[in-house]
């Protein structure tokens, strides 16, 4: 099955400074890549996701890069602030069949912004 | 709407207890999905259903049963809790391979 590995597991950051996230993922079959964010005592919330017909995908501050053929994908933060303070989830997915839907989660990266 | 809810939000269980987990949405999506989350390991799925009707094991079923009881209710059921099982459970729902919709969680603990 698929395998996620997310790093690094715990990132510190001045306010203002950018923050970069890396997975690589097993499954070259995997074609949607989402990241969700989670604050403390909270449920996980996407903040944006990638498909692997686009090499890069921004948001604000917020951006998704994909390389399918080293199997990795990032996520940038730019202009970073306090309350970008969180834990980070990658995941994978691969269409159709047996894995319908199924995502595969990294281990998680806690992001602490220093004001 | 409510989007996705979960009772209960605390549990608390001896070795040993049963329990089932409630989860609804409000979407009217097809697919919904149980995950256990522990430190340092991410979000691991327990079982998920691709639409009402069906059903299939995840990464880490063992210890759990789950019940697609229509299109909006799918509950996890403990039926011998174990200490190992001590967790934060979350469900999910989606539309077909869309986004994922989380609920609040549940925090249990086996004693």
């Known amino acids: 099955g698929e395998n996620v590995e997310q790093h690094p597991s715990t990132l510190s950051v001045q306010e203002g400074d950018s923050a970069v996230i890396k997975c690589t993922y097993s499954?070259?079959?995997?074609?949607?890549f989402p990241w969700y964010k989670q604050e403390l005592g909270k449920r996980p919330q996407l903040i944006i996701d990638i498909r692997s017909n686009v090499g890069e995908k921004k948001d604000q501050r917020i951006a998704v890069t994909l390389n399918k053929t080293a199997k990795h994908f990032s996520l940038h933060i730019t202009e970073t602030q306090p309350e970008d303070s969180a834990v980070y989830f990658c995941a994978a997915s691969r269409p159709g069949g047996t894995s319908y839907g199924k995502l595969t989660f990294g281990q998680g990266t806690i992001l602490t912004v220093h004001p | 709407n409510a989007g996705v809810t979960q009772t209960p939000k605390f549990q608390v269980l001896k070795t040993g207890q049963s329990m089932t987990l409630q989860c609804a949405q409000d979407m009217n999506h097809n697919s919904m999905y149980w995950y256990r989350q522990d430190p340092g390991m991410g979000l691991r799925l327990i079982y998920y259903?691709?639409?009402?009707?069906?059903?299939d094991k995840g990464e880490v079923p063992n210890g759990y049963n789950v019940s697609r009881l229509n299109k909006r209710e799918f509950s996890l059921r403990l039926e011998s809790a174990a200490p190992s099982q001590t967790s934060v459970y979350f469900c999910a729902s989606s539309e077909r391979r869309d986004t994922q919709y989380f609920g609040p969680g549940t925090r249990l603990t086996v004693l």
């Open positions: 499954d070259s079959a995997s074609n949607y």
């Open positions: 259903s691709a639409s009402e009707g069906t059903t």
